[in-house]
């Protein structure tokens, strides 16, 4: 059973919570501009956003997923949307080099990785604004990392 999960860890990517100095500058400084946009709308930072790392997209460079949910709750529109959970989430994929870039910036109420067509995906949990069909409370939009380091959107579920 150990090996089983380890291997799924290996195949996933294992998830790791970061630590504030861990991170890369980068990040650290999106990290350091929300708590100032926070400040300045007249709000309190509060908890600290969940920072992870993982290889999201498979190149076996660790990139990183700073999702700022129930950051900055006080000062409203700030880190999060509305009263479900539709949070500020921002992605940073890892370079060989060991920098990262900034890649992707979205609102989601969670989010987790999976992979679809055999290849790493990253799934959002959406609210019905984004979902095709309203009747839905939550609908899933899914994205998978192509081989040639392309990002392709798949249709919602």
Same mark, same amino acid.
């Given at each position: 059973m150990l090996r089983v999960l380890l291997a799924l860890m290996l195949l996933f990517g294992a998830p790791f919570a970061a630590h504030a100095n861990e991170v890369p500058e980068r990040v650290q400084r999106f990290l350091d501009e929300a708590r100032n946009n926070?400040?300045?709308?007249?709000?309190?930072?509060?908890?600290?956003?969940?920072?992870?790392?993982?290889?999201? *997209?498979?190149?076996?460079?660790?990139?990183?997923?700073?999702?700022?949910?129930?950051?900055?709750l006080t000062a409203p529109n700030q880190s999060c949307a509305g009263p479900r959970g539709n949070c500020v989430i921002e992605i940073f994929l890892g370079q060989p080099d060991g920098s990262v870039r900034f890649f992707l910036m979205q609102s989601t109420?969670?989010?987790?990785?999976?992979?679809?067509?055999?290849?790493?995906?990253?799934?959002?949990?959406?609210? *019905?604004d984004f979902c095709r069909d309203r009747k839905q409370q939550i609908c899933d939009e899914r994205y998978i990392f192509e081989r040639n380091g392309g990002f392709r959107h798949l249709p919602y579920r």
């Open positions: 926070c400040l300045k709308a007249g709000g309190t930072p509060g908890a600290a956003p969940k920072i992870t790392s993982l290889d999201l *997209n498979g190149d076996g460079h660790p990139d990183w997923i700073v999702h700022y949910e129930g950051y900055c109420i969670s989010w987790r990785t999976d992979r679809i067509l055999g290849r790493p995906a990253l799934i959002f949990h959406r609210p *019905n």
